[in-house]
């Protein structure tokens, strides 16, 4: 018989969706059973959802169904004790970004999954996925496009107070930090999946309308082993959103202007002046797949029922919480260079990010 993944969600609501969904529309997995705090709750999702068993708690669900994989889709403060407990069940994990409230939790999860039978802990970082993102990693890595020089990185999002009404938002000890942690998290992912290591980071956080103890505007500098120097942007207080990367190579400009998600038509790949003729060789492929997390869980699926490694899509968890708490790090020294081996014996390497915010309405 064909392995089917028996599928397990914690937490219901509105990113675990596009969970179900992504579970549905994979042709050997199953969704059979969900928990949430509130079990009105996890009643009504598994009601949408084809009618997963509703369980009270998780240590109930993992007891009695042992899922061969759990996907996290609880706030950040939860997913510790959430993907520590679901790997000692036997349970592959996929979690929600941000992964974890610091690096130093993160390596505790991913040890942990590394020796329970070698299970694997994925984390949700969505926008990694797509043809386009895969053609253009090609042409940087390969070098067809030249060396990479400069890059720019925004996350350009609108969050009303409504939006921080809810009480676990906003604040470090539940969230976990602000717009760079919760938003900018997925752009910085993406960018590291283009550019690869990074070398140093400066940054300033800042709170400029929020009534928050995090940031709801952050900027940075990073530069990258491979030289590049990138301009990172996070807001939570821009009406016109955007989320966009550009990188400048010596043969070309590459970018990408999108909000959520994108696909072909949020790509452009510009040629420098006397390189048009090469640019015939770089266009994106005919078939196409946006970005999503259907792709996402597909290929981490893919992976689990082959015994194979995760794929690029899906590895390097630690990447772009490394750039975050970098930047977290840089701004509570007051802008200092944040190296990888100076973030490793920082502070926010071992326990929850809290970092000085600079409120110039103080």
């Given at each position: 018989m064909t392995p089917v993944l028996r599928c397990a969600i914690v937490g219901t609501g509105a990113v675990a969706r596009l969970h179900a969904q992504a579970v549905t529309a994979y042709p050997r997995a199953d969704l059979v059973a969900v928990v949430d705090r509130s079990r009105a709750a996890a009643e009504s999702f598994s009601g949408e959802w084809g009618g997963p068993v509703v369980y009270d708690s998780l240590d109930a669900l993992l007891s009695v169904e042992r899922p061969d994989v759990?996907?996290?889709?609880?706030?950040?403060?939860?997913?510790?004790?959430?993907?520590?407990?679901?790997?000692?069940?036997?349970?592959?994990?996929?979690?929600?970004?941000?992964?974890?409230?610091s690096l130093a939790e993160l390596d505790e999860m991913r040890a942990a999954a590394a020796a329970a039978a070698d299970r694997t802990?994925?984390?949700?970082?969505?926008?990694?996925?797509?043809?386009?993102?895969?053609?253009?990693?090609?042409?940087?890595?390969?070098?067809?496009?030249?060396?990479?020089?400069?890059?720019?990185?925004?996350?350009?999002?609108?969050?009303?107070?409504?939006?921080f009404s809810a009480p676990w938002r906003g604040r470090w000890q539940t969230e976990g930090g602000g717009t760079t942690l919760g938003h900018g998290i997925h752009q910085l992912d993406l960018l590291g999946f283009l550019?690869?290591?990074?070398?140093?980071?400066?940054?300033?956080?800042?709170?400029?309308?929020?009534?928050?103890?995090?940031?709801?505007?952050?900027?940075?500098?990073?530069?990258?082993?491979?030289?590049?120097?990138?301009?990172?942007?996070?807001?939570?207080?821009?009406p016109r959103q955007t989320s966009s990367i550009r990188i400048d190579t010596q043969k070309a400009t590459v970018t990408v202007d999108h909000l959520y998600g994108h696909g072909h038509d949020d790509w452009r790949i510009t040629p420098a002046p006397g390189?048009?003729?090469?640019?015939?060789?770089?266009?994106?492929?005919?078939?196409?797949?946006?970005?999503?997390?259907?792709?996402?869980?597909?290929?981490?699926?893919?992976?689990?029922?082959?015994?194979?490694?995760l794929p690029p899509t899906a590895d390097e968890p630690a990447r772009a919480l490394e750039l975050v708490a970098a930047i977290y790090a840089s701004a509570a020294a007051d802008g200092a260079v944040v190296t990888p081996a100076a973030l490793a014996d920082h502070p926010t390497h071992r326990a929850s990010f809290v970092s000085p915010v600079i409120d110039p309405r103080a």
């Open positions: 759990v996907l996290v889709c609880t706030p950040p403060a939860a997913h510790h004790g959430q993907v520590l407990e679901s790997v000692a069940a036997g349970a592959h994990v996929v979690v929600e970004k941000p992964p974890a409230a802990l994925s984390v949700v970082f969505q926008q990694r996925t797509g043809t386009a993102a895969a053609h253009v990693r090609h042409l940087l890595h390969a070098g067809v496009l030249g060396r990479p020089l400069v890059a720019l990185c925004e996350t350009l999002w609108y969050r009303d107070e409504r939006y550019l690869g290591d990074w070398v140093s980071v400066q940054a300033r956080l800042w709170r400029l309308d929020r009534e928050i103890e995090t940031e709801d505007v952050s900027t940075a500098t990073i530069t990258f082993a491979n030289g590049v120097v990138a301009q990172v942007v996070t807001s939570a207080v821009s390189f048009e003729v090469e640019a015939d060789a770089w266009t994106l492929p005919e078939a196409e797949e946006r970005s999503d997390h259907a792709m996402l869980l597909r290929d981490v699926f893919d992976a689990l029922l082959a015994g194979a490694p």
